[in-house]
């Protein structure tokens, strides 16, 4: 279905889901870079926020998030307190401006907090901000997911959720430290739909170790019997050097290159012909969904929770080492939920780490999101086109670009190349970077 060009995929690439990426982030911004951002908000300008919880019932060894284990009672309702306290300092820069146009809750697992204590974050952040009908959206583990939880979710009218999924293989889940049986995931989706949630989201992996194709189309004939209106299909990034916790995840078991392609093209393959619309590179959605419909009209965005329909130019990130985007810069709260607390404890933002965006810094981003979100690009307002031009060079010659002046597209079969394409437009990047994943 797709054509193998594997000297075009062999360099490392980001998933941008922000331009410039977090590896550009640095220490040289602060608090008063937060405040400055927040001061410059219009009275009617629409935001977005997201909540981070990070903690987890178990940790499992693939993950890159920032999350911790929820098991003391006495730390998690420390956390919570604390997000309380930055959800009233935020509110109180804002002053009554800005209208939230959408909540979002991640982690970590949300659901790794109480139910209650969910409602409470709510309710807070219903009065704190102007956000009568912002949906909200929530991740949850479908472990511990039970009858409790989705009646809060019936409650406060959530209206999105995704679960963690990945296979539904048991051999498979061990070998990456996260078994739950395929029962725990037919309940939660059973659960969420009982309590009104329209939109749900199944997050699922290829490249896992000891997976093949029988495996994971055993995963996918599954799941499209569940019928989310949603998914995103990853490829497992294995890079222990970075994450510590990979390394109890055995390396000379992972696919290679050639077989994790075979693995990207299958699920395409078999998600679109039940139904499902392809979403830029890794998302797929029912036609009726709202993400499916913004890749229709050509409103598709992309941001940290990847491909969405969130019209926003703004999100506020609450929580430790929760990301704020603003359009000239991008700030994260500090890591570390000591350094965390002890900021927001002391009134003050817990900005830690960032980079502002020149003007030309997000002219090159758009470029990227407009790639990654529409298929094509324009390069006008771009100085370094030409080199951009000789960088895509070998693209063209296999024919996976087309050029119409000075707007690139990308070739109907060009998919699985789209964020190697992008990476020519990224000035930060080099031949020689390898923190990041496999283009496939």
């Not at 693939?62 to 509110?91: F, K, M, P």
Request: glycine share 8%.
């Amino acid at each position: 279905m797709w054509p193998y060009h594997p000297h075009l995929l062999a360099r490392p690439v980001p998933r941008y889901t922000s331009y410039p990426t977090a590896a550009e982030f640095g220490g040289h911004v602060g608090p008063a870079d937060m405040a400055a951002a927040l001061d410059r908000v219009g009275a009617e300008q629409i935001l977005s926020l997201y909540l981070h919880i990070p903690f987890c019932r178990t940790i499992c060894w693939y993950c890159g998030c920032s999350t911790g284990a929820a098991n003391q009672t006495a730390r998690l309702d420390a956390y919570l307190a604390r997000l309380h306290d930055e959800i009233d300092l935020v509110a109180a820069r804002l002053a009554g401006r800005g209208r939230i146009g959408r909540i979002a809750f991640g982690g970590g697992s949300p659901n790794a907090i109480p139910p209650v204590a969910f409602a409470a974050l709510v309710a807070h952040l219903r009065t704190a901000f102007a956000s009568e009908g912002a949906p909200l959206s929530l991740e949850i583990d479908p472990r511990g997911f039970d009858a409790d939880w989705a009646g809060v979710i019936a409650d406060t009218g959530v209206a999105r959720v995704s679960l963690g999924v990945q296979t539904f293989n048991p051999i498979l889940q061990a070998v990456i430290g996260r078994v739950q049986p395929g029962e725990a995931i037919i309940r939660a989706v059973t659960l969420l739909r009982a309590a009104g949630v329209g939109s749900i989201n199944f997050d699922l992996m290829y490249g896992l170790p000891g997976q093949d194709d029988e495996a994971l189309a055993a995963t996918l004939d599954e799941t499209i019997a569940l019928a989310p209106e949603r998914l995103a299909v990853f490829g497992y990034a294995h890079v222990p050097q970075l994450i510590p916790r990979q390394r109890r995840i055995d390396a000379t078991a992972l696919p290679d290159a050639a077989a994790r392609f075979g693995q990207a093209a299958l699920a395409h393959e078999r998600l679109t012909r039940a139904g499902y619309r392809a979403i830029g590179f890794d998302h797929f959605a029912l036609p009726q969904d709202p993400l499916a419909r913004a890749a229709a009209n050509g409103t598709l965005r992309r941001n940290f929770q990847g491909f969405t329909d969130d019209p926003a130019d703004i999100v506020i990130g609450l929580g430790a080492s929760a990301i704020s985007a603003f359009p000239d810069r991008l700030l994260q709260n500090a890591k570390n939920a000591g350094a965390w607390h002890q900021a927001i404890g002391a009134n003050r933002f817990a900005t830690a780490r960032g980079i502002h965006r020149s003007p030309l810094d997000q002219r090159r981003g758009q470029a990227i999101a407009d790639l990654l979100c529409r298929g094509v690009a324009d390069l006008d307002a771009l100085p370094e086109r030409d080199i951009i031009r000789e960088r895509l060079r070998r693209f063209e010659q296999v024919g996976l670009i087309a050029w119409q002046g000075t707007r690139v597209r990308l070739a109907t079969d060009a998919l699985p190349y789209a964020r190697s394409v992008a990476a020519a437009f990224d000035a930060w990047r080099n031949e020689e970077d390898m923190r990041f994943s496999h283009a496939v």
